[in-house]
């Protein structure tokens, strides 16, 4: 049974970077996608980029492109997302998902709440 | 990328049926059979109940089906039940090996 389990809540200023972790369990990490996906409060979800765990390869949302950047540790099973320059407009819930390769997001984590704040 | 267009709310009274549009273009929804659908309950994380435009992963109802006629895609709940009340996503694979989601549906269980 697939498990994601995000990192804790956080809570920037304006200006600074986040990394938001995601630990995979019950399938091979490098056998799936992982996608990240946020929401702002109230508002729709938005995809914010996808990396393969087996080659490091991603793709970034156009309207993040520069200040995102997605990694993984396949030792530990785990992703990370990392966002820089942060604006009030960054204030969301991350989510983190897998893609077993049919191009929709299986499995979610439980998601993080990173707000940006001055 | 601009986000697939869905109605913010439809519903329903029990047993009836109701169905959720989500309208693309000819760069996400139109070529490619990629279409899924998320049910999003209330401070819980969105859960997939169709993919591949019609197929249902194991443990979804199947009064949960899906469809799609040219760029426009649609999930349509049956027999509606009290836990259907819910956000409803669509999302599409698009051109340059990325994703679209919809602004998500509010379904209500009159």
């Known amino acids: 049974q697939v498990h994601l389990v995000q990192s804790g809540t956080e809570m920037k200023k304006p200006g600074a970077s986040v990394r938001v972790s995601c630990k995979a369990s019950?399938?091979?990490?490098?056998?799936?996608?992982i996608h990240w996906v946020r929401q702002a409060p109230g508002q729709g979800l938005e995809w914010v980029g996808r990396?393969?765990?087996?080659?490091?390869?991603?793709i970034y949302a156009q309207s993040l492109q520069g200040r995102v950047t997605m990694t993984s540790d396949t030792s530990i099973s785990t992703g990370y997302m990392d966002l820089s320059r942060l604006t009030s407009d960054d204030s969301a819930i991350y989510y983190c998902?897998?893609?077993?390769?049919?191009?929709?997001?299986?499995?979610w984590g439980q998601g993080t709440l990173v707000t940006v704040s001055s | 990328q601009s986000a697939l267009t869905q109605p913010p709310s439809a519903s329903g009274s029990p047993g009836q049926s109701v169905t959720i549009s989500c309208t693309g273009t000819?760069?996400?929804?139109?070529?490619?059979?990629?279409v899924s659908w998320y049910q999003q309950h209330p401070g819980k994380a969105p859960k997939l109940i169709i993919y591949h435009v019609t197929k249902r992963p194991s443990g979804v109802p199947d009064r949960f089906s899906g469809s799609k006629s040219g760029n426009t895609a649609s999930l349509t709940v049956s027999g509606l039940q009290a836990e259907d009340e819910a956000d409803y996503y669509c999302s599409s694979f698009a051109n340059s090996n990325t994703w679209v989601f919809g602004g998500g549906t509010k379904v209500t269980v009159l």
């Open positions: 998902a897998t893609d077993g390769g049919h191009h929709d997001f299986d499995d």
């Open positions: 019950g399938y091979t990490f490098t056998g799936r996608y």
């Open positions: 000819s760069s996400d929804v139109g070529p490619y059979n990629f």
């Open positions: 990396i393969i765990p087996a080659s490091g390869d991603t």
